[in-house]
């Protein structure tokens, strides 16, 4: 593995393993989708290696993936580096049953899935951190929703060990999202609707992580995460995909996604209910057909502008 040396970050023995799937696993599409944005402080993709900061219950931890013809080599650094290592598999999607699953039902998602056979749902098992940095991107665009996560992290999560192309840091747990105060909240760009949702979770983040990973399917996990003031269906599904891998999850309430799934599978652009019609024969895999929607690189064209993004700062 060729690492780029980060000469600001102190020594850090490192741990290796080779994880040999029994599947293909395209990691760029797999792992790499956990990225939010080209700056986020947790993830960066270094040539053919990708590069994760993380909390681990022994502490925290880097780990470096790249894909080789023996299997998908591993390195990672910190207290929490064997716990790290341990996540690999899910990481890459072992716990990915695609059984049930029914390509053919329509021609654009079996030409997808013949050609980008390594699309595995990856399972970060990192609950909090997916559900904070869900309800960040809710109701902002992309850039607006990467940049809070940006600064937040940066300035309050703990930084990453190990030879990293660029500083990496974990995410802050859920004691230290607590006690963010306001004035950072608002130099990020969060609302105080999310700012206040994040920390109330924040109370409860040690249960909800119990209680997510206990839930038996979809339906159960919804319940748990919609009970939470301020998070609804849209930042629930979200953090089921990110963090458990949720094959089923859908995000309805998205700006974009129904339009999308409408065009490719009609050719023509629907709403929520429009698209869960459409995805209903794949029940249970409905999130597998999704990511191979966007694998085929079918896009609705766009008609106007792009939504402008709105800095409450300012006001």
Do not use: N
């Amino acid at each position: 593995m060729t690492l780029t040396a980060d000469t600001h970050a102190p020594p850090s023995p490192s741990v290796q393993t080779v994880y040999r799937p029994r599947q293909p696993v395209d990691l760029a599409r797999t792992v790499g989708m956990l990225r939010r944005g080209a700056g986020d402080p947790t993830t960066v993709h270094d040539g053919p290696v990708i590069w994760r900061a993380m909390r681990t219950p022994m502490g925290i931890a880097t780990l470096a993936l790249r894909a080789a013809a023996d299997g998908i080599h591993a390195t990672a650094w910190g207290p929490g580096a064997e716990r790290a290592l341990a996540s690999v598999p899910a990481l890459c999607g072992a716990e990915d049953d695609q059984s049930g699953f029914d390509p053919s039902r329509h021609p654009l998602i079996a030409d997808a899935a013949r050609r980008h056979p390594g699309i595995r749902l990856a399972r970060t098992g990192e609950v909090f951190d997916a559900l904070a940095c869900a309800i960040i991107e809710q109701k902002v665009t992309g850039m607006q929703a990467f940049g809070a996560w940006r600064a937040l992290v940066t300035r309050f999560g703990e930084r990453a060990p190990g030879p990293t192309p660029r500083p990496l840091f974990a995410p802050p747990p859920p004691e230290v999202w607590r006690r963010i105060p306001s004035w950072a909240w608002h130099r990020a760009g969060v609302e105080p609707p999310q700012s206040k949702t994040i920390v109330s979770a924040a109370a409860r983040g040690d249960s909800i992580h119990r209680a997510l990973l206990a839930a038996a399917d979809g339906d159960a996990r919804d319940r748990v995460l919609t009970s939470l003031p301020g998070v609804g269906p849209w930042t629930s599904a979200e953090t089921r995909i990110r963090a458990l891998g949720d094959p089923d999850a859908v995000s309805v309430g998205d700006y974009h996604l129904a339009h999308e799934v409408g065009y490719a599978l009609t050719g023509s652009r629907t709403d929520d209910a429009g698209m869960l019609e459409l995805l209903a024969p794949w029940a249970g895999h409905r999130q597998r057909v999704i990511r191979l929607i966007f694998a085929s690189g079918v896009r609705e064209p766009r008609r106007g502008p792009r939504l402008a993004p709105e800095d409450h700062r300012r006001r």
